[in-house]
Structure formats: structure tokens, C-alpha cells
């Protein structure tokens, strides 16, 4: 099923975000743990492609996975900044091959060795250009791509990420996720300024529950964003206390979801970070709130 046709329903949905093994070993492991947040019947989950510290080798094959053992949609990342063309076409090729609909269209990170290259010599500098490829495959795939409430560190400003964001959705793109945001007002901000500029595709806004305090430092680290001081509060107070900080990061993440629904964004991207009982106890937090329509237009 195409992410497309879920997100243009009318009802509160909620998706999962997984990440693969960093060595063969641990692919069972994941694949478990992959299992267990489908079981919970969100309305779609998404596999990375080397975040996270994870390796590319296994994304269809957890995809794969979901879809089957538990009627899941799933949507397999790609990156392509520091692959070739004929890698990349390759890739999409298989991904037609298996039965993948969905694709998140991404550049990935630029490695340090990466940017010791001259870019004139990469076969692909932007995402736009790896929608474009997927495009001209001519499979009819619906095409996700990544967008950034806080701007993209690489950007000089807002505005230009805007204008390249409209570039890449205009190539192809179907809906966006953000990168994580702990303030739901900048994500507001961001859905304006989009919406202004002319962005009309579904946009859903990610959500990175924090539960124990280590994680804090890497998600800022790694993403830039900004932490209000009533969730620093949070960690300041409960980061000693692991079962204690979990239950407040859980709520803290549920509590934002809630902000969103209530503000008419009916689709909402968790980053779950592979953990089976936080995306759980996310699901039962809402159990009464999840697929229901409050007659909104939605996101
Ligand atoms: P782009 O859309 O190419 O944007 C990157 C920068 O280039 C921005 O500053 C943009 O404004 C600028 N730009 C875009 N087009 C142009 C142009 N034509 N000319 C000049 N400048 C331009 N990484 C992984 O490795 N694997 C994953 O699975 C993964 N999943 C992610 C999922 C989400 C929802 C998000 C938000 C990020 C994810 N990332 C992942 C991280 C992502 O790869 C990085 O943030 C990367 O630095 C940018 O990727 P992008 O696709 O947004 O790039």
C-alpha cells in the first residue's frame, strides 16, 4: 500500500521509525524488534539506510519483513550521496523487484572523507537528483523525502532551504518528514512559512521520544535541535532516575503528539530508535484518540 493513500485519509495516524543492525550478527535481533513495533499496528513504519549507525545491507530486507508478518506498510530509505549511479539504479531495481512501493528519497550525511572529495566528481550532490532518478525509472513508487523545521545545517538560511525544499518536492515528492523537533511551535512555523511558499504536499512532523538522558546529547548532537527548557527540566530532574526518565520522556513525546493532533496534523512520524515497549506505551497513550476522525483535513 502507498503511504500516499493512508496519509490522505482523514483519521489521527501515527507511524514508527527503525534503524538496521550495525554488523550481520545483530540482524535477528533487529528483525525481532522490528516484529514487535509492527505488532502494534501503526500506520506505517520506515527502515533507514545507514543511520544510526546501521548499515545499508539490510533496509529491504526488514521492510520486507514488516510488510509480511504483519500486513504493515513499510518505506525504505535511500541515500545517495556517497553511491554511484549505476549503485543507486541497481537499488531501485531491486526495490521495484521486491514489491517495495514506498521510498524516502535522501542524501544522506557528507562523510569527512567524503568532503575531502571534489563534488564535481559525485555522481549525485542533492536529493532532488536521486527523486529525479527514481522518477525516471518509470515504477510507480510513492516518494518520501526529508525537510527541516530548524533548517538544514548545510543552508545559509531558511529561505534557500525552502526554495531547494520546493525544487525537491516539484521533482516528485509525495509527502515530507521533518527532522525530530521537541517544540511544536517551530514545527508550526515551518508548516506556515512551507505552505506560503507554495508546498503543498502532506508533511509530517517527527517525533523522537527521549527516554534516558545519554540520548539527549546524541539527538542534538546529530540533529541540531532545539530542546525547550521545560523539557531540559525533564532530563535535569529524572536523568539519574533510568525508569523515571523513561516515563517522562514517554509522556513528554505523548504530550506533543496530542499538541498536534489537537492542531489539526493528523499524521505524525514517531523515531521509536528501536524500541518495541516505547513505541507500545506511545500506541496506548492514545488508544482512544488513534484512527479516529475529528474531521479534520489533516497535514
Ligand atoms: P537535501 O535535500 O539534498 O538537502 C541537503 C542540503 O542541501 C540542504 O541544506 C538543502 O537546502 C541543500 N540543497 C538541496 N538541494 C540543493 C540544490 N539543488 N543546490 C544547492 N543546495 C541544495 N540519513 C541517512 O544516512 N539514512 C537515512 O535513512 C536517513 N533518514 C532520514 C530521515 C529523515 C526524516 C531525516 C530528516 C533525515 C534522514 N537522514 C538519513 C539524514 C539526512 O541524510 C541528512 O540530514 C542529510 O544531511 C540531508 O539529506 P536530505 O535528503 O535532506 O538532503
Redesign the pocket.
Known amino acids: 500500500m502507498k503511504i500516499i493513500d493512508i496519509l490522505n485519509r482523514k483519521n489521527m495516524s501515527l507511524s514508527f521509525e527503525v534503524?538496521p543492525p550495525k554488523k550481520e550478527s545483530g540482524f535477528e535481533s533487529v528483525k525481532a524488534t522490528a516484529e514487535a513495533i509492527a505488532a502494534n499496528k501503526p500506520a506505517f513504519m520506515?527502515v533507514?539506510?545507514?543511520?544510526g549507525g546501521g548499515t545499508s545491507r539490510y533496509t529491504l530486507d526488514i521492510v520486507k519483513d514488516i510488510e509480511v508478518t504483519h500486513g504493515v506498510p513499510a518505506l525504505a530509505?535511500l541515500?545517495c550521496v556517497s553511491s554511484s549511479r549505476q549503485t543507486v539504479k541497481e537499488k531501485i531495481e531491486e526495490i521495484h523487484e521486491r514489491g517495495i512501493e514506498n521510498v524516502?528519497?535522501?542524501?544522506?550525511?557528507?562523510t569527512p572523507e567524503l568532503e575531502k572529495t571534489d563534488p564535481s566528481t559525485w555522481d549525485y550532490?542533492?536529493?532532488?537528483e536521486l527523486v529525479r532518478e527514481i522518477k525516471e525509472s518509470g515504477y510507480d513508487f510513492c516518494i518520501g523525502?526529508?525537510?527541516?523545521p530548524e533548517v538544514?545545517?548545510?543552508?545559509a538560511n531558511q529561505r534557500?532551504?525552502i526554495r531547494?525544499?520546493k525544487?525537491?518536492v516539484d521533482a516528485g515528492v509525495d509527502f515530507l518528514?521533518?527532522?525530530m523537533v521537541f517544540d511544536n511551535n517551530l514545527f508550526f512555523n515551518f508548516l506556515y512559512k512551507i505552505r506560503e511558499a507554495g508546498i503543498t504536499v502532506p508533511v509530517l512532523p517527527?517525533i523522537m521520544p527521549i527516554t534516558n538522558a545519554n540520548q539527549v546529547e546524541r539527538a542534538i548532537k546529530l540533529s541540531g535541535s532545539f530542546m525547550p527548557q521545560r523539557f531540559k527540566a525533564i532530563v535535569d530532574y529524572f536523568g539519574s532516575d533510568p525508569e523515571a526518565m523513561k516515563q517522562a520522556g514517554i509522556a513528554y513525546a505523548t504530550d506533543q503528539i496530542i499538541d498536534l493532533y489537537a492542531n489539526g496534523i493528523t499524521n505524525v512520524?514517531v523515531y521509536s530508535m528501536n524500541k518495541p515497549d516505547v513505541a507500545a506505551a506511545i500506541m496506548n497513550n492514545l488508544s482512544d484518540i488513534l484512527w479516529k476522525d475529528f474531521g479534520v483535513e489533516g497535514n
Open positions: 534503524f520506515s533507514t539506510y545507514g543511520a530509505h541515500t524516502m528519497a535522501l542524501r544522506g550525511d557528507l550532490r542533492h536529493a532532488v523525502a526529508a525537510c527541516y538544514h545545517p548545510d543552508s534557500e532551504d531547494f525544499l525544487e525537491k518528514t521533518t527532522q517527527g512520524h
